[in-house]
């Protein structure tokens, strides 16, 4: 479920994602009927309701159970308390997760692979005033919630807000550091925004496209959905790192070869501009 920095050509994110509602649509109509029988009958094993609090963290999973234990247990150590966290398994299994009562984890009983429709349930499981997402192979900061929450409070008028995002090696190491005021021409070819790093009043949301893509569908989930919501209102960046992403060179999503090309090449650019000053 991660998201490909790759850049793209002016305009080419929006016709990219045209073509993919084409010729994807019968799999998008599909994927609506699977979620409207799945939402019916997971709500239904709710024996407690569906969870409410001021923020709901939705995490989607698939076969990475020691990853979204480490996910769920920075989730659940968040200081701003007034949260919920809504794990969805993507019709694989659950490991054992931690107990707290602020935790839910339900599964889908087929895998869709469709990560947009995952978040989507978590979504529509829940009631908040505010949504956060997390991967099952990302973590947050302690800060993280509490630092998107305050700039919501402080300006009433915004839809979202998103964090930096500092990417990790397997190793350990840190590749980079992405955080960019918001530009909503850049992202007509940039994807650079990581839904990891986003919270959105629940008001604004308006859920993720149910397109099912591989690893060569370009633009993905993350970018369509942060595209639709500058569409309907305001996007603020907050200067803070607090998430760490983890490169996986094994996602089915994100070629990251092609992307440490990209990067390495945006570094040596920068070189030069840096020595001029």
């Known amino acids: 479920m991660n998201t490909p920095k790759r850049m793209l050509r002016p305009w080419r994110c929006l016709v990219y994602e045209q073509r993919n509602r084409f010729v994807g649509r019968n799999s998008i109509k599909e994927n609506r009927r699977f979620h409207a029988r799945e939402l019916i009958r997971l709500r239904a094993t709710l024996t407690s309701g569906c969870p409410r609090a001021r923020v709901v963290v939705v995490v989607p ?8 234990v480490h996910a769920v247990e920075t989730a659940l150590a968040q200081s701003f308390r007034n949260l919920a966290v809504v794990v969805v398994d993507d019709g694989a299994g659950l490991p054992a997760l931690p107990t707290d009562p602020r935790l839910i984890a339900v599964s889908l009983c087929r ?9 989507n349930i978590g979504i529509d499981l829940s009631d908040s005033e505010f949504v956060a997402f997390l991967d099952d192979d990302n973590v947050w900061t302690p800060e993280h919630v509490a630092t998107a929450v305050s700039a919501l409070d402080a300006d009433p008028g915004l839809s979202a807000v998103y964090t930096s995002v500092s990417r ?16 909503r021409r850049r992202l007509q070819w940039d994807p650079y925004i990581d839904v990891n790093s986003v919270v959105v009043r629940r008001s604004c949301n308006r859920g993720f496209s149910v397109l099912p893509r591989t690893k060569e569908t370009l633009p993905k ?5 942060v595209w639709q919501l500058s569409r309907r209102g305001r996007i603020e960046h907050v200067p803070k790192v607090t998430v760490r992403y983890a490169i996986n060179p094994e996602s089915y999503f994100t070629d990251w070869a092609d992307d440490a090309r990209a ?15």
């Open 221 to 225: 989930e993350d970018w369509e959905y």
């Open 168 to 183: 990790m090696r397997p190793d350990g190491t840190e590749l980079d550091v992405l955080g960019s005021p918001f530009d």
């Open 61 to 68: 999973t698939c076969n990475r159970p020691e990853g979204l």
């Open 111 to 119: 895998n869709s692979a469709t990560p947009g429709l995952v978040r």
């Open 263 to 277: 990067s390495a090449r945006q570094t040596a650019l920068a070189v030069p501009q840096q020595e001029e000053q």
